[in-house]
């Protein structure tokens, strides 16, 4: 790759997004285990490399699945900068529905500065451009407030709430239901 050129699928001012790659593993991990506080009890992202290979394989490797890196811009790093959060796109239906189903999280070097905000909105952006979706769905448990605002905060726009949605840590929980559209993105 040439010196300048960049991994970055899309960039902002601060972030740019790129999908996973299995070299990343011992960044994703230390950053993981570095946020166990800040992500329990609503998400578990892998903390050993091999958990991150099996994560990141699930990922690269299943077309109704995309992943995304949030890299804080670094000019200094080849692969474009650290890792400050990741957004997933899961359940990717083509054919009339064209929607998929998001989960993120940011790591706690990153969390509070905006860092995730920016890079949500670019994997918006990237979702309803490039990959050509229309609608995007959030579930999030009503008391994760970060999540809920992030959500908000990036267009999505609360659609309803599933009781008993998902199995998480042990128990089924409740979510509420954010969703945005391509014709939102644009038109705003």
């Known amino acids: 790759m040439p010196h300048n050129a960049s991994r970055h699928l899309a960039e902002g001012p601060r972030v740019g997004i790129r999908h996973f790659a299995y070299e990343d593993g011992a960044e994703f991990t230390a950053r993981a285990r570095e946020s166990k506080d800040l992500h329990h009890p609503w998400l578990f992202p892998p ?3 091999q958990a991150y290979e099996a994560y990141a394989g699930r990922l690269i490797g299943d077309p109704t699945k995309a ?4 890299c804080e811009k670094d000019a200094g790093r080849p692969d474009g900068g650290s890792i400050a959060g990741f957004v997933n796109i899961n359940n990717i239906v083509h054919g009339g529905f ?8 940011a790591f706690a070097h990153a969390a509070g500065r ?5 890079g949500l909105d670019l994997v918006v952006r990237y979702a309803f451009g ?13 008391g994760n ?9 990036c267009g ?33």
């Open 130 to 142: 490039p990959m050509r979706l229309h609608r995007l769905e959030i579930n999030v448990q009503p």
């Open 67 to 70: 992943g995304f890196l949030i």
């Open 98 to 105: 064209l929607s998929g189903a998001l989960g993120y999280g």
């Open 145 to 153: 407030a970060a999540s809920i605002a992030l959500a908000r905060a």
């Open 114 to 118: 905006g860092l995730m905000r920016e």
């Open 156 to 188: 999505f726009h609360l659609e309803g709430f599933s009781p008993r949605m998902l199995h998480i840590d042990g128990a089924w929980r409740d979510h509420q239901r954010w969703a945005i559209t391509a014709e939102s993105v644009t038109s705003g």
């Open 47 to 49: 903390d050993s490399v």
